[in-house]
């Protein structure tokens, strides 16, 4: 798993900047579902490489978190347990 400061850093690249190359097409994803959560997760951050962006198509989207005491990964499990 990433550490807090190379998330940091990720988090605060500018969207006008990033290289579109080194975005991943969120088509290209695939988590498999009996993994557990952890793995799950690991595998969604390895194949994206940057979790605060990936494209749609042709447009690159950056993921923004509420500013809660919820962390990311909380975020991260809701969100494979849904997959």
Request: aromatic share 8%; hydrophobic share 40%.
């Amino acid at each position: 798993m990433l550490d807090n400061e190379t998330l940091r850093q990720m988090r605060e690249m500018d969207i006008n900047t990033i290289d579109p190359d080194t975005v991943v097409d969120a088509a290209e994803i695939y988590i498999d579902t009996e993994l557990p959560v952890p793995e799950r997760m690991a595998e969604y951050v390895r194949q994206l490489r940057n979790p605060y962006f990936m494209k749609v198509g042709n447009v690159i989207v950056k993921m923004k978190f509420a500013d809660t005491n919820v962390t990311a990964r909380e975020c991260y499990e809701r969100y494979l347990k849904l997959c």
